[in-house]
């Protein structure tokens, strides 16, 4: 099969686009062939693959997988791709666009510059703090009710508390936004060996479905750095989610405002949490780095 592709980058999160409404692969070859195509020796490269499709509940459907083949529930650099995707390749001339993610529905404003979209701000939708819907096996008073300001009560959330990782105890908090998130606060996370602690924060038996972390160097109360080990990737350049939840988690822990910029090896997102409605925002650039065809059968 030759497959056209699309390789995209938002902040130095790098994922192959596939314009699944043009061409059909069948969805039980989708993890293999996105192992071969993640690969950075031996296919394209990226941190995973995204499939464009058409949807029934929005405007586009953006089917996401990490590099090892498993399935992504969000990926906020990558949703930023697809809406420069839609729009530059013609498949919408509309600035205001809908895009679902797993069954859940986000809201994107396109920027365009001479013709192509080159910042998409995305409506994330809520941050979501109650243990059990995250997941995180936390309970009792490692957790601990909350308030939002847009009144929902929260029975157990994660703030703060303790995690044992390799013999050393973190404190984290735990924000889901459409995929899981553990926030760590640090003096410094420039030389953290991440290759050696990532995969046990990723597999700590308190996560049931694994989970993203970040590392986060808080540098003034609008403006923090963080370095972030992904589920089925690895260390990223970025995750929009991520920043996403080290905005809400930067709030929670009373270390910056509403509105953060969040440095990433990549670059640099804007993250604004209405806490009033409880919709988290995130800004940030999309990029379209080279197009070509691949023939699978030399896989």
Sequence with gaps: MIISFTKM???????VYINGISQSIPKEDKPDLVRKLSDRHFGIGGDGVIFINSSGIADFEMEMYNADGSRGEMCGNGIRCVGKYVYD???TDRTEITVESFGKIKYLTLYPENGKIARVRVNMGPAILEASRIPVSYAGAEGRPLALKDGTEIGCAVIDAPLEVGRREYRVTCVSMGNPHAVLFMDEIADLPLAEIGPDFENHARFPNRINTE???VIDEGHVSMRVW?????ETLACGTGCCAVGVACVLNKKTGNKVLVDVLGGQLEIEWDEENNNVWMTGPARTVF?????????
């Excluded at 938002?10 to 994922?15: A, E, L, P, Q, V």
């Excluded at 992904?230 to 690895?234: H, L, Y």
Aim: proline fraction near 0%.
């Design 230 to 234: 992904e589920r089925g990737s690895g």
């Design 291 to 299: 197009e070509g065809t691949v023939d699978t059968s030399l896989f």
């Design 89 to 91: 390749y013609g498949l």
């Design 9 to 15: 980058e938002g902040c130095g999160n790098d994922y």
């Design 215 to 217: 590392f986060v160097r």
